[in-house]
């Protein structure tokens, strides 16, 4: 009875399921696997209840929300892409690791990456479920710009927890979801340099939960 609990879940949610009855986005792209190697930079597990003075919340719509710390991981709500930045830089070549987990049915899981540490928007948005959950993204300086690549989603279950990496040592940045290749975002005049050496959470409304964040340099 179980295992058709478990295949109900994943078929109402339009994703699929993997031997273990863990949802995985349904998504039938092809691309790299994503890298096993680099020097381990840094790394955040929040187990100590606190936020750490590497981060810092950013400037996006002012919300009314805040970044907390609870239960060994970090919750967002309300925040109105106010990010949550990593002050420590990012390698030129960099892999970026972490779980996230969406608390509602909106989905909306955000993040962004190679932006200023300041500013929403200032680098790459990579948006999974957004638009309540009907749309995966990764967009460019601009969530809602012309030259975003968008698809409809398969949809993210709320509750389960997704491992998620991103990669790029060139032009092209590879998304990853539980190990699966998931999209990738070629840009031929690449956001490298200065303003463009931080990584960060962000969310809109819905409640969300991040965790176990490790960075790598893939140059090493």
């Not at 840094?42 to 400037?59: I, K």
């Not at 710390?69 to 892999?95: F, H, M, S, T, Y």
């Amino acid at each position: 009875m179980k295992s058709w609990l478990i295949l109900g879940t994943c078929l109402a949610t339009l994703a699929a399921c993997d031997g273990n009855g863990k949802a995985t986005p349904n998504d039938n792209s092809t691309g790299p696997a994503p890298t096993t190697d680099g020097k381990l930079v840094f790394s955040d597990d929040f187990e100590d209840g606190t936020f750490r003075p590497e981060w810092e919340r950013g400037q996006g719509e002012d919300g009314v929300g805040k970044w907390r710390v609870e239960d060994g991981a970090v919750i967002g709500v309300d925040i109105k892409n106010d990010p949550l930045w990593l002050k420590q830089e990012l390698p030129d070549k960099a892999r970026i690791e972490f779980d996230v987990t969406a608390l509602s049915s909106v989905g909306d899981i955000k993040v962004e990456v190679f932006g200023d540490g300041v500013k929403h928007e200032s680098g790459y948005i990579l948006i999974f479920g957004g638009w309540k959950n009907t749309l995966d993204v990764i967009a460019r300086l601009d969530e809602h710009g012309k030259d975003r690549k968008a698809r409809n989603t398969h949809g993210v279950v709320p509750g389960h927890t997704y491992n998620m990496a991103i990669e790029r040592t060139d032009s092209t940045l590879h998304w990853f979801v539980n190990g699966k290749h998931f999209m990738t975002y070629e840009d031929p005049q690449a956001l490298t340099g200065d303003g463009h050496r931080h990584f960060a959470f962000n969310i809109w409304s819905a409640p969300v939960k991040f965790d176990n964040v490790k960075v790598y340099d893939l140059a090493k």
